[in-house]
């Protein structure tokens, strides 16, 4: 605990008015403090979510962010992906009044042992399955964080866990104060919200967070494999378990890509059999070897550790096998919303792709993906604001052409595929230009897929959809 977790009669703002905002708020609320919130968003937007905590006290400020809210609190909570750089909260910092995220406002008021899980890309994989291995295991779990059950929940709903497994993004661990988790796991740092940071530095810096205020008694789990995580792990205070896909470690987690190995300080080895396993991808293995390292710390015994990561059946919107027709297989991989992301989907087929691509850019070098597509991707189909442009980046590794919508790009995938391709959606870019989320951007293709499903007579039709007038050769 530290001197703010009084927060009766306290003056707190919360910044954002989310899923998570309407949780802190609701806590906030029924421990005394006096609530202001605020958000971008306008009160006739809003107007339905806001009643009920209006009712109780909270006051709104909407529609805009006047600065003499922000400088007369006694801290304020931020909601994730509101950027601490915005004016009014540079403002207040400079100021002295504290910043603090969710999960840190969380933190004060939780004692349970903590596992918290951050990375670019394979977060909420290894968040979810390492959470299904300690429940296999026999533990109570509580699931939450970035996967989208906000940590307050935990303290606001008095649950009772063994561990907590906590998925954390950038943007929530950059307000961090106390906040440490008993074992911290970084999966991976590539570029991503380049349009949020002023370069890939400030990005790791965000990510190397997680591990502030960890101490000798806890636990580090890094990918050795990933220099711009192996480049933290000399400053770390924590025990440091590396996992490698690319070498025998003395201690960690490592891969011959039939078994993966634990070996402990004592140098006894645990192998876990993947011939079971389900998890498709290149990807997923160094998911699984940070969740075999976490879940051997936390003590979970070797059989209950194989037939979890047997039974695990991954999650959805990632390299999903949606259908078969005609011989040709449709994955959706909708949650690949950067380039790294795109890079390992293609790096987990053989060949023969036809790709869709494309969205609203979120910043990083394309250019970094031209040779693998140069040797998997036989026609990529683009999408959304990006579309010209990966038409006239990719256009001279394979063929191109452009899509005006979802439905359109898999049409012309479908009509100009072959016995064997492989139809992937892997957009490497986010989906708001087009979508809410990428979760309705992956349910839009396969709801595409499931109506070829049902009209696959029509495929090798004399109409191809608009492909011959915008295939680039």
Known sequence: MNSLTELNNKNILVVGFGKTGKAMTRFLLDRGALVTVNDSKTNTELFADIAPFKKDGATFILGSHPSEIFLCQDFIVLSPGVDPNLFPLRQAHEGGIPLVSEIE?????????????????????????LSEILRHAGFSVFTGGNIGNPLINFVQNKIKADFLVVELSSFQLEAIEKFCPHIAVLLNITEDHLDRYPGFAAYCEAKYRIFLNQTKENFAIVNYDDGACRAIIPSLSARVLPFSQEKVLTEGMYSNGKFLY????????????????????????????AAIGASEVCGCSPEKIQEALENFQGLHHRIEFVHEINGISFYNDSKATNIDALLKALQSFPKNIILIAGGREKGGDYSVLKEEIKKKVKLLIAIGETREKFCNLFGSVTTTGCAATLDEAVQTAFQNAAQGDIVLLAPACASFDMFANYEERGQKFIDAVRRLSHNKNDHHSDDNYGYARCIKE
């Open 105 to 129: 406002l969380a933190s004060w008021f939780i004692r349970t042992p903590m596992i918290g899980i951050t990375g670019t890309n394979g977060k909420t994989t290894t968040t979810s399955l």
């Open 262 to 289: 634990f070996r402990g300080t004592d140098d006894s080895v645990h192998a876990y059999r993947l011939a079971k396993v389900k998890l498709f991808g290149v990807h997923n293995l160094q998911n699984m070897l």
